[in-house]
């Protein structure tokens, strides 16, 4: 990939130069001249009137993919905790390395959060590569994607994962642009052919009814986003050890056109329905918004979250980051209790994956039966006070 | 401000058949509709021009001709242009291959300041479409918005969902942002905009009128290759706990705590 001047066709009008958010763009002897700190993001090539500025970006059959080598994770954190699917990466991530014979590394990015390296290595990571920065404190697109790239473009990785998140959502497909290679996204399932270190990734599709084998076999690195708690946290081996590589960052130019003003917390705490055990969800079953109040008792005693269907969200019981569905969330806890929920396509689509389901639902022939592990057939308004009762009995 | 939405034409329904000599999906049959999610991101273009007093919203889709029906509800809703880019060289575009294209007709289109997605699409699921947009128009993007606060002239003020709650941020002009349905509710479609519709010329522009690199789009600019599609199989059945309510609970209880879970 690089980027060029044109200069029989440049007539140094300045146009690029505000058009450029790295401010590595300058006018000298009326040409333009494009500095150290480009980021090669391409923002200055259509302003150019004259056609003067050429980007050329890597495409695949050229591609030497020997040259690609080791398996990393993204160690996505949040306010300095890791995500917990990084650590469920690092044992997939493992294993698909051991396949290839290649390095395991652990991609850390933020400020003051050396510390997570040590959780790392416990789970796996022969290796972390660490960007540290008050720049990278919180999650942005441009930094954080500005920072990865030139990482993978120096260290050039065969497979990169990260966590099907919020975050890693947004930069993944930021960073596979930007590198021209493919990107799987939310995958399920991930098995490598050590003959051709081709990544077999499996995802579902159509609202979870058709599952899809993508392969990248012309470019490197190969790069997925993979759902929390489809892979199990490797056992941590508290002894392990790895090496610690600080990444250089001197050089980079920042991408400020986002800046956070603020960050609201979820009200209602447990919201955070992708990486809960238990989740326990309403439906319009419940009747009556107040009998919210068992479905939140529940998951409070057996340490869960509360879900909702679409048709408890559209009625304004509860809010919006609650809905478990195709418009609302995937989730794949250990235990998903469906509380007076029909089990509609779209509800089943962003739970049918969980471990183990409970419906309880008192219209035997209500489609969640089917995707359930233990069905009772019964009134929801009086199974729940029963379960809760018996639950605080045996606390006491 | 000019604003254009990107929308895509997907089955209307997930509830997708298998032609098992063939591997491939069954679509005859299968009524085609807008994208769900796009619908909210027509809607705030709609809002956003509203709340300016002026402006114009470009609706964009790439796909085959019918497409232009996704189109059409656009302008039914209130949209003030429609572009269908279409061409068999375009078929068989992975996320990449689709945004650059998409990139490419919003260079054309011109002095577009603002770019709006739906969150993802219900066929594939992806979500990088919107993204891998905004990267190759070298512009900001921010995923997962909830509510535009402020608009400004060279600077917008937005909420996004995260996981764990919520950020305001300020994001300079031009930008993407990919929205939730948390954001506003769609308007149906009036009569005059029906009509409106229905007589609508809607532009085709084929690779040769986006002046795009013959390597980068459609199957050849896919990086990504699917070789294979399979049904899950869930066939579980439901072990039935039965008894009053209260046995019933206490039976389930019992099995969690066998399993670990309560
Ligand atoms: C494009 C699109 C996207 C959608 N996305 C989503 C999504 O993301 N998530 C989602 O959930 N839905 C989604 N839906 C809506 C979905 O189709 C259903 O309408 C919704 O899931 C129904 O919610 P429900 O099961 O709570 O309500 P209902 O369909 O009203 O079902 C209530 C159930 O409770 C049972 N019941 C009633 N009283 C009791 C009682 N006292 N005790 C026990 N059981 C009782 C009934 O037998 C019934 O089965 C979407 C729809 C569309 C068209
Ligand atoms: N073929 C297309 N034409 C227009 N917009 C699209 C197309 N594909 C995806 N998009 C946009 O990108 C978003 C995310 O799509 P996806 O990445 O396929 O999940 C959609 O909600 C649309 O706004």
Sequence with gaps: MSITVLTEKCVGCKLCVPACPFGAISVRDRKAVIGEACNLCGACVPVCKFGAIELVRETGPAMDKNAYRGVWVFAEQRRGTLAGVALELLGKGRELAEKLGQPLAAVLLGHEVESLAEELFAHGADLVYLAEAPFLREFLEGPYAAVLTEMIRAERPNIILLGATAIGRSLAPRVAARLGTGLTADCTGLEVDPATGDLHQTRPAFGGNVMATILCPNHRPQMATVRPRVFAVPPRDPGRRGELRRVEMAGQALDLRAKILEFLPAEGEKVNLTEANVIVAAGRGLGDPKNLRMVEELAELLGGAVGASRAVVDAGWISYPHQVGQTG??????????????????????????????????????????????????????ILPEMIRQLKVVRV | MKIAVCIKQVPATTEVKINPATNTLIREGIPNEVNPFDLYAIEEALRIKERLGSGTVVALSMGPPQAADALREAIAMGVDEAVLLSDRAFAGADTLA??????????????VSLVLCGKQAVDGDTAQVGPEIAENLGWPHVTYIRKINEIGPSEIVVERMTDDGYERLAVSLPALFTVVKEINVPRLPGIKGQLRAKKAEIPVWTAADLEVDPGRIGLTGSPTQVRKIFYPQHETTAEMIEGSPAEQAAALLEKLRGLGVA
Excluded: W
């Excluded at chain 1, 998903?336 to 389901?357: E, K």
């Excluded at chain 1, 209500?366 to 929801?380: E, H, M, N, Q, R």
């Design chain 1, 329 to 382: 969330k995937t989730v794949r806890p250990k235990l998903y209790i469906a509380c007076g929920i029909h089990g509609a396509v779209q509800h089943l689509a962003g739970m049918q994956s969980s471990d183990i389901i409970v419906a309880i639902n008192k219209n035997p022939e209500a489609p969640i039966f089917k995707v359930a592990t233990y069905g009772l057939v019964g009134d929801v308004l009086e």
């Design chain 2, 98 to 111: 689709t945004a650059y294209t998409l990139a490419k007709a919003i260079e054309k289109i011109g002095e």
